[in-house]
């Protein structure tokens, strides 16, 4: 089997980090590797001109929607994949079904952008996407039935929803061993907008991995072109229609000094290599000056949004491995304390207080047993034992008097100085606790410590 060529690849696990959605697909990876190795990248993808078909109604009705393409294709023909098609996918961990199920998920593995096919027949007259109504319902491909809230993207035709935008596909309209007109979408969808559904539904897709971490705005309209040359080529068909939406795209700008290179990663690096590195990663220089230079992020870098992010690059660039390790110098500042709570600590612990630290949040129980203040709820609390603002320093010190005594300590002496927090403002108290028994010297016996003690 070895010695055949469909069944003698190779396969290559990366792990990509969420900031990286660039590099989810193998176009991704080739512009890495070609930045690495210094070769040009191959310009592979089909283009398409969609003008000169007759429009689909499309409609348009909500700002989360930042691209969207579709083009419908007739006269095909549903089938099982080629033997290599299959191959690809098992390799990269997906299952095939059939033809054109098989070629949306290899363009989106091919080039990052998540695609979908609906069955045209099954939809009536147009495209619409826009937000659900409140308790609208849907079957998705995976046989649930759901319940949509107002702020769900989907995709409708003039009746219902027929998808959900981003995350998955509606059973009403999917492809079936009868179809025999399709409608192609890639779309750009808010990131926000997709994870915000995705997490709501419990339901992570590889379309929704993809769109939470951002696809290129210009490969939209390249991948459609890919998925139809490659139905052609499969399926057959032709296409008849076809509509697209874009908003503009605004050229992203980052102005990078040359010296902050230095500060930041502790080595001077040459100014040619950082402008040679940089513009490998598709990061074009458009304003130069002595110091600094203006570069302008591609498409599909959306983790590029400061100097520091290029910094990074270069960095990673240059090599890690090359950096010598060196302390920072960091300036030091004048911390002001006040007086006052320095000498009553200072004092305390001349009649051999220790001082003590707590947290300003307690549970409800405790603050209302010391204090007859109403404390201030916290919205978010970490736990329920830390939901309200102290208004007693005593729990506090009752906690630590607990701990010493469990951990064997025979007398415990200690002092905190802490804000206590009101409904009417804040103010700093001191409290003050003395537990267990006292030691035994020259001018008195081991006895237990009362009131009169503090």
Known sequence: MK?????????????????????????GIARELA???????????????????????LEIRSKDVESYYCASVEKIKIAESPLWLKLKLLKCGIRPLYNIIDISNYIMLDTGQPMHAFDLDKL?????????????????????????????????????SVAVAGVM?????????????????????????????????????DASFRFERGVDRLQTRRSLAAAIDMTQNVCGGEIMQAAFYDEEIVPKKISLNYEKVK?????????????KTLESLGI????????????????????????VDLIEEVARFYGYNKIEPTIPYIKPSSVKKSKKKQKIADLLAVFGFSQVINYSFLDKDSTRSFSSEKPIEISNPINIDQSVMRTSLIPGLLDNLVTNLNYGSQTVKIFEIGTLFFRTGEANYLGMLAGGDYPANWYSKKGRFDFYDI
């Open 284 to 307: 074009s220089k458009t304003e130069e000056a002595k110091n600094h230079s203006v570069f302008i992020t591609p498409s599909y870098r959306h983790d590029l949004t400061a100097d």
């Open 169 to 205: 596909g509606g059973e009403v309209s999917k492809i079936s061993n009868d179809t025999r007109r399709i409608l192609f979408e890639a779309a750009i969808f808010n990131p926000v907008s997709v994870r915000r559904t995705s997490k709501r539904m419990n339901l992570l897709t």
């Open 35 to 57: 930045a690495y190795f210094g070769k040009p990248l191959k310009k592979r993808v089909p283009d398409i001109d969609l003008g000169k078909y007759r429009p689909f109604d």
């Open 124 to 160: 009536n007259k147009k495209i619409v996407v826009r937000k659900a109504d409140n308790g609208e319902t849907i079957e998705t491909l995976d046989g649930q039935q759901r319940t949509l809230s107002e702020d769900t993207l989907v995709i409708a035709d003039a009746d219902s």
């Open 263 to 275: 500060n930041y990663i502790g080595v001077s690096i040459d100014k040619k290599f950082i402008d």
């Open 3 to 27: 010695d055949i060529p469909l069944f003698s690849d190779s396969v290559i696990t990366y792990e990509i980090t969420p900031n990286r959605g660039d590099l989810l697909s193998h176009l």
